[in-house]
């Protein structure tokens, strides 16, 4: 059997806002659609669902988010997840230019966490809480000199 990982699906309050955010940082629409019907209650398992899709792609093509927009059911707002919380935990991007990606967050109101962090002489990086509280991990790999 072989196995390879499609995408990240993410639930949204406001699409076109978290749409602008990852575009911003240099993901690119793939597609967009609405989906309903039978088949989408079974796949998803929900009755009635009805949402707003639209798929994302890093520059490399290798990644990929999916992010909904719930029409039917309602979307149940959540407390925005915390590092240590169980289940998904966050979304990590490699850039080449740490303060500049931090700059284009700030101006969707994203902040980080804490910080900036240097890993081992390897890594900037941080956790930045995103459109819809999703954290967002940015890491700008250092050059060795």
Request: with cysteine.
């Amino acid at each position: 059997m072989t196995i390879k990982l499609e995408n990240v699906g993410i639930a949204v309050r406001d699409l076109e806002a978290t749409i602008a955010f990852f575009t911003d940082l240099g993901l690119t629409v793939v597609g967009r659609d609405t989906v309903s019907g039978e088949w989408t209650d079974t796949a998803v398992g929900l009755d009635g669902n009805h949402a707003n899709i639209a798929m994302l792609q890093t520059p490399d093509g290798r990644g990929r988010i999916e992010l909904f927009e719930y029409i039917h059911p309602e979307a149940i707002e959540s407390e925005p997840t915390r590092p240590n919380d169980i289940g998904m935990h966050r979304i990590a991007f490699s850039v080449d230019d740490i303060d500049t990606a931090l700059e284009i967050a700030a101006n969707h109101g994203c902040y980080p966490l804490r910080g900036v962090a240097t890993y081992q002489d390897v890594y900037k990086l941080t956790y930045v809480r995103g459109p819809s509280g999703i954290i967002v991990m940015l890491a700008q790999e250092l050059t060795k000199g």
